[in-house]
């Protein structure tokens, strides 16, 4: 059984989401939040598996939340459900180490899939979002430093999460060939000898 918390201010929301998830077998919310700056006590004592959190919360950011969960060591997997689908919002939760990122437009099945992912260790993202996060920086929101791109970026953070190669094409919804074209990049521009040495490579040097 996924053990769950849902973490989101507007009540008729977050009803919603728990009514949706009690309709699964394999899915139990343990606990419930509507604000960002109890997420970490919530989760201190209820020990879910997985944690569905929305961005804009009373108290403290649900990216922040994700950021000290992250920094404490907790293994807890963070999946964003938010409205504020921006390219910035993007760039930081994938910089907190959340382990997806949803829309809230996205199909109600969307969102169950997404939990047994990220329960079972896979990274899901909102692919046309992650293709539109470098594209759309402003002076405010400056590209990343270093060579890499915004989709070998994500390629390189998934396999530093400890994806496997295998699932990458899946996950990021591209053909073999496309995928191999982006991870020959990639490797290429760290001068690692493996793809999974140029996702080490491309952490300590900040790409990512």
């Not at 939340?65 to 907790?74: C, E, I, M, Y």
């Not at 994938?94 to 969307?110: E, H, I, N, T, Y």
């Not at 759309?136 to 994806?163: F, K, N, V, Y």
């Not at 899946?170 to 521009?189: E, I, P, R, W, Y």
Request: hydrophobic fraction near 45%; aromatic fraction near 2%.
């Amino acid at each position: 059984m996924i053990r769950v918390l849902v973490a989101e201010d507007q009540n008729l929301i977050r009803g919603a989401l728990v009514a949706l998830m009690s309709l699964e077998s394999d899915i139990t919310v343990v606990a419930e939040t509507e604000r960002g700056d109890t997420i970490l006590a919530e989760i201190e004592q209820h020990r879910p598996d997985v944690a569905v959190v929305d961005i804009d919360l009373p108290g403290m950011d649900g990216i922040v939340a994700a950021q000290r969960l992250k920094d404490a060591g907790s293994p807890v997997r963070i999946l964003v459900l938010t409205s504020v689908g921006t390219p910035g919002n993007f760039d930081r939760a994938m910089q907190a180490g959340v382990a997806g990122f949803l829309v809230k437009d996205a199909p109600s099945d969307r969102l169950c899939r997404a939990i047994r992912d990220v329960y079972a260790g896979r990274r899901v993202i909102d692919i046309e979002l992650a293709d539109s996060s470098s594209a759309s920086a402003g002076p405010a929101e400056r590209p990343r430093p270093g060579p890499l791109t915004q989709r070998e970026r994500g390629i390189l953070a998934a396999l530093h999460d400890g994806m496997p190669v295998a699932a990458l094409r899946s996950v990021f919804g591209l053909s073999s060939a496309t995928l191999q074209a982006h991870v020959v990049a990639a490797v290429s521009k760290t001068g690692a000898p493996d793809p999974h040495e140029a996702a080490r490579v491309a952490y300590h040097k900040g790409w990512l």
